[in-house]
Antibody, heavy 116, light 112 residues
């Protein structure tokens, strides 16, 4: 059974940093692209970033470029999202998700709240 | 960015009746490999999204056959042949042919 378990969400002040983690199991992590998708409270879904199997290709939505960094550790079947210079508008549930040309599995999400 | 436009934004359906959601993209989602990368997701209250349909019309593992997808190019439709109470939630279409991947606004399905 594919499982994606996010952690690291917290309350942080504007301008602060946070690192999200996603532990993957139930599939061969090293064979898949992985993504982060977020959902602001009461709002729709927004794709944030993805990374290829080796970590050599990374893509971001414009609103987070230069502030967020996606990475992975295939030896530990883990995905990460380093978030710097956080803004109030980054407040959302962040989902770890599997796939590139289509996302098939999602984690349960971790809540990031940016507020003073 | 590709804009995905869903209609309607909300739907109230009597159990046993059909439901239909439209999704239109601002550009063709047909890729050079001949596939069309249009996906449908269901998000039940308090849960994470779950994949229903991939590549326009293929049901994901375990998805009931009352769910079906159709369309091509820029116009797509998700149909539920007979709505059940457990179908309550928000439905999203998503394109994954062009970066950034983009979602429709979501269609909220309620049961009458």
């Amino acid at each position: 059974e594919v499982q994606l378990v996010e952690s690291g969400g917290d309350l942080v002040q504007p301008g602060g940093s946070l690192r999200l983690s996603c532990a993957a199991s139930g599939f061969t992590f090293s064979r898949y692209w992985m993504s982060w998708v977020r959902q602001a409270p009461g709002k729709g879904l927004e794709w944030v970033a993805n990374i290829n199997q080796s970590g050599s290709e990374k893509y971001y939505v414009d609103s987070v470029k230069g502030r967020f960094t996606i990475s992975r550790d295939s030896a530990k079947s883990s995905l990460f999202l380093q978030m710097n210079s956080l803004r109030v508008e980054d407040t959302a549930v962040y989902y770890c998700a599997r796939g590139r040309l289509g996302i098939d599995y999602w984690g349960q999400g971790t809540l990031v709240t940016v507020s003073s | 960015d590709i804009v995905m436009t869903q209609t309607p934004l909300s739907l109230s359906v009597t159990p046993g009746q059909p439901a239909s959601i439209s999704c239109k993209s601002s550009q063709s989602l047909l890729y050079s490999d001949g596939k069309t990368y249009l996906y449908w997701y269901q998000q039940k209250p308090g849960q994470s999204p779950q994949l229903l349909i991939y590549e326009v019309s293929t049901r994901f593992s375990g998805v009931p056959d009352r769910f079906s997808g159709s369309g091509s190019g820029t116009d797509f439709t998700l149909k539920i042949s007979r709505v059940e109470a457990e179908d309550v939630g928000v439905y999203y279409c998503m394109q994954s042919i062009h970066l950034p991947y983009t979602f429709g606004q979501g269609t909220k399905l309620e049961i009458k």
